[in-house]
C-alpha cells in the first residue's frame, strides 16, 4: 500500500517540495528536495504521475521526467487555488496539486515541446522589441515637439522628423547629439524587429496548420502562429464554441435562480492571443466601415448595424476563433463562399 500512485511537486528556483499518497489516498511522501537533487530522485523512482503548475520552467521539467518515464501533468494556477486548505506555503501547493490532479474533470495544460517554445519566444522578444520601438518614437515626438517641431502619426514620420531635427541649425548642439543618439537607437531596433519578421514568416511559411488559419479575414500570420503554437490539442475541444471559451471571448455567466445573466467577456485564457484575435478583427471592421457599400459580409454588415464597433470586433474575434477551431480539427482550408447570411429583420 506504501506505492506512490501520484505526486504533486511545488516547483520554484532552487526549492521543490513533494506530496505522493498510495492508492488509498493516503499521504506516504512528503519531501523537500533541492535542484541538484531532483533528477536523482526521479530516477530511481518508480513510473507514477507527477502534477505541477503550468508556471516558469514547468514546460522544461515536464520534458525531462516524461524521459525519466512518468507521467507529467500540467494544470493551471487557478484551477489548484480552490484545494489549498488553509495557510499558503510550499507544502500546501504541494498537496493541492496532489487533490487537484486527481479530480476527473481537471483541465490539464499540453506540454510544449522545445520547438513549440523556441517560437513563442521569437513572438514575445518582438512584442519587446515593438514596446521599445514605441517609446522611443514616442520620446522623439515629445523632444522634438519641445522645440516646436511637430510632426504627422505614424511611425514612417520619424525618419523625416529626425532629418528635419538634424538639419535645424537653430537647436542646440546638444539637442541635435542627443537626437541623433536617439535615432541610433531607434534604427537599430527597426532592424532588429525586421530580421524577427523575417524569422516568423519563415516559421508560418513551414507550417500548414498556421497558414490555412491565417486565411480567415482577420487572422493574418502573426495570429496564425499564435494560435498553432498556444492553443492545445484541438481535438479536445467539443466545439468551437469551448475553443472561443477558453481563449476568454464568451460571456461571463452570473446566472441564479434560473434567471440568465451575461456580462462582459471572461477574459480567460491567453491574453496575446485573445489581444491578437481583437485587433485583427477590429482591422476588418473599420476597412468594412471605410468601404463603399459597407462590408462584403452580410452577417459583419448586421452586426455593424446594431452593434458598436468594439462589440462588433469581440463577436467577430469570437466567430474567428471558432472557425480556427473547425480548420485545425478537420484539417480544410478557408472558404470565403460559406460566409453565413444575415437574419432576416424582425417585424
Partial sequence: MDKIIRIG??????????????????????KRLRRDQLLAFFKQLPATVIGMEACGGAHQWARVLRELGHEARLMAPQFVKPYVKRNKNDAAD?????????????????VKSAEQQAALMLIGVRDQLVGRRTQIANAIRGYAAEFGLVAAKGLNQIDPLLARVAGDEALPALARELFEVQGRAYAHIQGQI?????????????????QRVAGIPGIGPISGVLLTIKAPRPAAFRSGRYFAAWIGLTPKDHSTAGKQRLGGITRAGDES??????????????HARRRKGGAADPWLRALLERKSPKLAAVALANKNARIAWKLMTSGESYDPSRRRAAPAPTA
Fill in 9 to 30: 511537486m511545488d516547483t520554484s528556483k532552487n526549492v521543490f517540495e513533494l506530496h505522493g499518497v498510495n492508492a488509498a489516498e493516503q499521504p506516504v511522501l512528503r
Fill in 273 to 286: 492571443l485573445r489581444a491578437a484575435l481583437v485587433a485583427g478583427a477590429t482591422a476588418v471592421i473599420q
Fill in 94 to 110: 504541494a498537496e493541492a496539486l496532489c487533490e487537484a490532479m486527481s479530480r476527473p474533470t481537471m483541465r490539464f495544460v499540453a
Fill in 194 to 210: 525586421k530580421a524577427l519578421e523575417a524569422k516568423l514568416m519563415a516559421w508560418h511559411r513551414d507550417n500548414a496548420t498556421s
